[in-house]
């Protein structure tokens, strides 16, 4: 049997792993909580140690911490920091909705970890407290909010911008390197007039560029934090400028520029900061499935399909079929828009769970938005790297496509009239047959105007194209 030791809590004492950093009320809530299986990200563990770094600076500062106290807890918060602890972190996602499961087992881990530092043994509450000193000036209430919206902060700037700069910057290149290779467009699935394949793949990377827009704009909304205010927004128990210096302290040790919401009450009432953020996340995913699914079609083999580009050949695609390669990536990236749109209605559901002074639903708030972001951030990058990059087109399939398209009639809408250019248009589908010939035969044009009214190029250029 593995050893134990005795910790104790204001319920009373409860056995705990002699080795764990973590007391007694964690004890608890890892007996009472095993829903899931699922453990809070990294990220936010991170967030939460920077931010019990921060307070307890700012309580020595102000007096409320003793140094020798306040410098010690800082140092085993910020082993929390730079996850050094996370396997502590035991806890599952679905407990109770303040997340104060999760923020007492922080302060037990750093009061332990605290201890160690000072040679003296794990659960001494009479030199370091996980309430009375770690936890001090603090509730869970603004301490996990301002951590979600740190961490958060944090992962899209850093991670997950810098994954749509480098599809968009992927898709942007190989845009002006097949500029000049004219397709069929198509709308409704079908035959449309042309367009390039350069033209078409711009297109992708402003849809990249507009997700990025989006969130950025959500990040003034998100860098603001409640802490210092406790329990319901007064702040009672906290010092009256806490707030102001833990966020100045938290911004000079993270480069978020994070900031004292203008009213604390509806920075602990609400979580709209994330469910914009997730609104944001959750149109970039409808962007990138949309890209996908293009990429998918496109690059359908030519006997079957469209067979306009070629992708980037992985790994085999079937068990049974003998030389089947699939799009594996943009399957891959499907999938995740897929797991990105579902989190987004649990943002949503969770976010309007307030309950009067507090939203209770926030641990998996933060549990889903983060793991949105993460996964976003890496199938940007793998679609960038694994797949856009080497794209190629199929030049001389494409023209052909575009010559035998029908819809080339629409350039002679001008010159012959709606309604004769839709017979002719017609004739050529009935009859298979590419639209030149019918046009030659049907409608008395000589091969210069017909050189110049089918201009491939010159259409995908725009414009009026009859002869003056």
């Known amino acids: 049997m593995a050893a134990t030791r005795i910790e104790r809590d204001s319920m009373g004492e409860v056995a705990v792993p002699a080795a764990a950093y973590w007391g007694a009320q964690t004890a ?17 563990i991170a967030a939460l140690g920077r931010v019990k770094a921060a307070c307890a600076r700012v ?13 010690v807890i800082e140092r085993a918060s910020l082993d929390v920091a730079e ?26 881990v750093i009061a332990n970890r605290a201890l160690e530092l000072l ?14 000193h770690v936890n001090r000036s603090q509730s ?21 911008v810098p994954s749509l700069q480098t599809l968009a910057a992927a898709f942007d290149e190989r845009a002006a390197a097949l500029a000049a290779v004219v397709k069929p467009g198509r709308t409704h699935l079908q035959g449309a007039v042309p367009v390039t394949l350069g033209q078409e793949l711009s297109g992708y990377a402003a849809i990249v560029r507009d997700g990025i827009a989006r969130i950025e704009s959500s990040l003034v909304r998100l860098a603001e934090v409640p802490i210092g205010g406790t329990a ?54 409808v962007g990138l499935m949309k890209i996908a699914n293009d990429l998918r079609l496109l690059a359908s083999d030519a006997s079957t399909g469209l067979g306009e580009i070629t992708l980037p050949a992985l790994q085999p695609g079937s068990s049974i079929m003998p030389g089947k390669v699939n799009p594996v990536v943009p399957e891959a990236v499907n999938q995740v828009a897929a797991l990105v749109i579902g989190h987004d209605a649990t943002i949503a559901i969770a976010g309007m769970n307030g309950s009067l002074e507090l939203n209770v639903m926030m641990p998996v708030i933060a549990h889903a938005l983060l793991e949105s972001i993460a996964v976003l951030s890496t199938a940007c990058r793998t679609l960038a ?11 001389a399939r494409c023209r052909l496509l575009a010559e035998r398209s029908p819809a080339l009639v629409t350039a002679l809408a001008p010159r012959l009239g709606y309604d004769r250019a839709a017979a002719l248009y017609r004739m050529a589908v009935e009859r298979d047959l ?13 091969a210069a105007e017909l050189d110049q009214l089918l201009d491939l190029d010159a259409l995908t250029r725009g414009g009026r194209t009859e002869p003056v």
């Open 434 to 446: 590419p639209l030149r010939d019918v046009l030659a035969a049907e409608a008395g044009l000589s």
């Open 385 to 395: 790297e694994r797949c856009v990059a080497g794209l190629v087109g199929d030049a």
């Open 140 to 160: 869970s209430n603004d301490v996990f909010p301002t951590a979600l919206h740190l961490a958060t902060y944090d992962r899209l700037v850093r991670v997950l």
């Open 119 to 132: 040679g003296r043994p794990r659960g001494d509450r009479g030199t370091i407290h996980p309430n009375d």
């Open 232 to 285: 319901v927004g007064t702040g009672l128990g906290a010092p009256a400028d806490f707030g102001r210096r833990v966020v100045e302290e938290l911004a000079r040790a993270t480069g978020v520029p994070l900031r004292v919401a203008s009213n604390r009450f509806a920075a602990m009432q609400n979580r709209d900061a994330a469910v914009e953020v997730s609104g944001a996340l959750r149109a970039l995913a």
């Open 59 to 71: 309580n020595r500062e102000l007096g409320v911490l003793d140094p020798p106290v306040a410098d």
């Open 83 to 108: 996850g050094r602890l996370d396997a502590e972190f035991v806890l599952d996602v679905f407990q109770t909705g303040s997340g104060t499961s999760t923020n007492m087992n922080a302060n037990e």
């Open 28 to 44: 608890r809530a890892r007996e009472h909580f095993q829903i899931s299986g699922l453990r809070l990200p990294p990220a936010f």
